[in-house]
């Protein structure tokens, strides 16, 4: 089963921005189509951006036009750039297949400061 290993949350300021990384254990990462999930205090994990093998992304409204996802296969790795964050977007960051697996990583905590 794919794992994989988030990186890159930090604590900043709204308006501040932040690149996340995730790297993927599988071999066959660059046929996968990945996404980024957030989950924040008091409520269900969401799905914010995604990725597919051909490069093709698709985001969640909150976020178009601040978030954007890219990929290296060589380096099994997806990122998620975010700028012009807000306290909403305050969250544990995750990244996973798409649809999900059930194995789920430690995440990245991500805080958004008014």
């Known amino acids: 089963q794919v794992q994989f290993v988030e990186s890159g949350g930090g604590l900043v300021q709204t308006g501040g921005s932040l690149r996340l990384s995730c790297v993927a254990s599988?071999?066959?990462?660059?046929?996968?189509?990945v996404g980024w999930y957030r989950q924040a205090p008091g409520k269900q994990r969401e799905l914010v951006f995604i990725?597919?093998?051909?490069?093709?992304?698709n985001s969640a409204v909150a976020v178009k036009g601040r978030f954007a996802i890219s990929r290296d296969n060589a380096q099994k790795t997806v990122y998620l750039q975010m700028n012009n964050l807000k306290p909403e977007d305050t969250a544990v960051y995750y990244c996973?297949?798409?649809?999900?697996?059930?194995?789920w990583g430690q995440g990245t905590q991500v805080t958004v400061s008014t």
């Open positions: 996973n297949t798409s649809p999900s697996s059930s194995y």
């Open positions: 990725i597919s093998s051909g490069g093709g992304t």
């Open positions: 599988a071999t066959s990462f660059s046929s996968m189509t």
